[in-house]
């Protein structure tokens, strides 16, 4: 029985800065109140609560019942009260739990504080046994819907609602679900839905996947280790390996060994792709390419995209297109050591050419890198404020979340500091 399972969550629920407690019912939700400003309130049933009193009640009256049918979550961001969101119970899916009226204030929205706590009760619902967790929203809030999506959930219709909006007008909920054998994975910051399901990633089929696929499969076949291409699942979505193993960025800092071992695994992605010759009809989904391509690039190589453990592999694959081996490489080494404007640059130049080494760059790339770094991390910003605005989204966003900022400051670090990458990498120092 879904009661079961609501029993069988965990008394909290945390991740680093997020914390979950359950709500009951004799807490003082001023400060709850206080941040749920009027934006959030728009397709809410019965609309804005009239004070922090009207709010307690409805919150208290979710949670009423024996045995209870909702467990109610505070949302704590860095201690402090952002937001609440329910599991429900459902009388008529014993083997699911819903996840719904998520109220959280506008001052995180757009931040990944939502998806951060989804993705936290989604875990605990199948730790409690959960095989599926529904979700529904009203048709005409897009924001919700779109970030119900982005966890993986696939739409299952829509339903006319016995409630009847402030408006006057008749509720229509969309409903979707979201089978926990797929297990919702961090896609990035443009990669759209990415699930795990066994031993395989789905992901979106787009219009240059096969491209990109026929590429992959020239790398392996030339002793590059990239994930293996699966095929086609039954809901049009790529089927990808999944490699297990943790992101570079999200581990303990490189070690130099680490960093020479990154830079030979750039240049073997390189010399493997000066042998493909694509097809006249390859379609590609490329940013930033620049003039005179030479080759096929990942175009992303960083330590968003590397897997560690058994295996190194770089993976998300899907921006792969026309290049060269200065701007790719231009990236990576900038990405892997000079992406904190806050570090010492001594330190910095150090892992750089470590880095360079492991590439077995020549005279003339090292020449060129240290310029080419500050072009491609200023191409980068540009992007983004450009994307934001234009509109251009998922590149806006992120502008406005940090991005912008983040790549404004490596553009400057890495300008200002240009001649001390250009000693570290000097011809002459490498002799």
Same mark, same amino acid.
């Given at each position: 029985?879904?009661?079961?399972?609501?029993? %069988?969550?965990?008394?909290? &629920?945390?991740?680093?800065? $997020?914390?979950?407690?359950? #709500?009951?019912?004799?807490?003082?939700?001023?400060?709850?109140?206080?941040?749920?400003?009027?934006?959030?309130?728009?397709?809410?049933?019965?609309?804005?609560?009239?004070?922090?009193?009207? &709010?307690r009640r409805r919150m208290i009256a979710r949670i009423a019942g024996d045995p209870p049918l909702c467990r109610t979550w505070l949302i704590r961001l860095k201690g402090a009260i952002v937001g609440t969101t329910s599991h429900f119970v459902l009388s008529d899916q014993p083997d699911a739990?819903? $996840? =719904?009226?998520?109220?959280?204030?506008?001052?995180?929205?757009?931040?990944?504080?939502?998806?951060?706590?989804?993705?936290?009760?989604?875990?605990?619902?199948? *730790?409690?046994?959960?095989?599926?967790?529904?979700?529904?929203?009203?048709?005409?809030?897009?924001?919700?819907?779109?970030? $119900?999506?982005?966890?993986?959930? &696939?739409?299952? =219709?829509?339903?006319?609602?016995?409630?009847?909006?402030?408006?006057?007008?008749?509720?229509?909920?969309?409903?979707?679900?979201?089978?926990?054998?797929?297990?919702?994975?961090?896609?990035?910051?443009?990669?759209?839905?990415?699930?795990?399901?066994?031993?395989?990633?789905?992901?979106s089929w787009t219009g240059s996947t096969e491209s990109v696929a026929d590429y992959v499969r020239h790398l392996r076949e030339s002793g590059v280790d990239a994930p293996r291409i699966v095929g086609r699942d039954a809901h049009a979505r790529q089927v990808i390996e999944y490699v297990d193993g943790v992101l570079a960025m999200g581990?303990?800092?490189?070690? @130099?060994?680490?960093?020479?071992?990154?830079?030979?695994?750039?240049?073997?992605? @390189? *010399?493997?792709?000066?042998?493909?010759?694509?097809?006249?009809?390859?379609?590609?989904?490329?940013?930033?390419?620049?003039?005179?391509?030479?080759?096929?690039? @990942?175009? *992303?190589?960083?330590?968003?995209?590397?897997?560690?453990?058994?295996?190194?592999? #770089? $993976?998300?694959?899907?921006?792969?297109?026309?290049?060269?081996?200065?701007?790719?490489?231009?990236?990576?080494?900038?990405? #892997?050591?000079?992406? *904190? %404007?806050?570090?010492?640059?001594?330190?910095? %130049?150090?892992?750089?050419?470590?880095?360079?080494?492991?590439?077995?760059?020549?005279?003339?790339? !090292?020449?060129?890198?240290?310029?080419?770094?500050?072009?491609?991390?200023?191409?980068?910003?540009?992007?983004?404020?450009?994307?934001?605005?234009? =509109? !251009?989204?998922?590149?806006?966003?992120?502008?406005?979340? =940090?991005?912008?900022?983040?790549?404004? !400051?490596?553009?400057?670090?890495?300008?200002? @500091?240009?001649?001390?990458? %250009?000693?570290?990498?000097?011809?002459?120092?490498?002799?």
């Amino acid at each position: 029985m879904s009661t079961d399972l609501l029993g %069988a969550l965990p008394r909290t &629920l945390s991740d680093t800065d $997020i914390a979950l407690a359950p #709500f009951i019912g004799n807490e003082d939700i001023s400060e709850l109140y206080a941040a749920l400003t009027a934006p959030v309130w728009e397709h809410a049933p019965g609309g804005a609560p009239a004070d922090a009193g009207d &709010l307690r009640r409805r919150m208290i009256a979710r949670i009423a019942g024996d045995p209870p049918l909702c467990r109610t979550w505070l949302i704590r961001l860095k201690g402090a009260i952002v937001g609440t969101t329910s599991h429900f119970v459902l009388s008529d899916q014993p083997d699911a739990l819903e $996840i =719904g009226a998520t109220y959280m204030s506008p001052t995180v929205w757009g931040s990944g504080v939502n998806a951060r706590v989804k993705r936290l009760m989604i875990e605990a619902a199948r *730790d409690a046994g959960a095989r599926r967790i529904v979700f529904q929203t009203d048709e005409r809030n897009h924001r919700s819907a779109r970030a $119900i999506k982005k966890l993986g959930a &696939l739409p299952r =219709g829509s339903r006319i609602e016995k409630i009847i909006r402030p408006d006057g007008s008749v509720r229509t909920s969309l409903l979707f679900e979201l089978a926990l054998d797929e297990v919702p994975l961090s896609s990035g910051n443009a990669g759209g839905v990415v699930v795990r399901v066994g031993d395989t990633v789905r992901k979106s089929w787009t219009g240059s996947t096969e491209s990109v696929a026929d590429y992959v499969r020239h790398l392996r076949e030339s002793g590059v280790d990239a994930p293996r291409i699966v095929g086609r699942d039954a809901h049009a979505r790529q089927v990808i390996e999944y490699v297990d193993g943790v992101l570079a960025m999200g581990r303990e800092p490189l070690t @130099h060994s680490e960093l020479h071992r990154v830079g030979e695994t750039v240049r073997a992605i @390189h *010399d493997a792709s000066a042998s493909y010759v694509p097809p006249p009809d390859a379609r590609w989904d490329t940013l930033l390419e620049p003039a005179n391509a030479e080759l096929i690039c @990942h175009n *992303d190589l960083a330590p968003w995209n590397l897997i560690t453990g058994d295996r190194w592999v #770089f $993976i998300d694959w899907d921006g792969a297109g026309p290049s060269t081996r200065l701007w790719d490489l231009a990236y990576a080494a900038q990405a #892997f050591t000079l992406n *904190d %404007a806050g570090r010492d640059p001594d330190e910095a %130049a150090r892992e750089l050419s470590v880095f360079i080494d492991g590439y077995r760059a020549d005279d003339a790339l !090292r020449t060129a890198l240290p310029r080419t770094m500050h072009r491609r991390a200023a191409a980068m910003h540009d992007l983004l404020r450009e994307s934001h605005d234009t =509109g !251009r989204e998922p590149w806006a966003s992120m502008y406005s979340t =940090g991005h912008g900022e983040h790549w404004r !400051r490596v553009s400057h670090y890495v300008k200002q @500091h240009e001649q001390v990458w %250009a000693r570290a990498l000097s011809p002459s120092e490498h002799l």
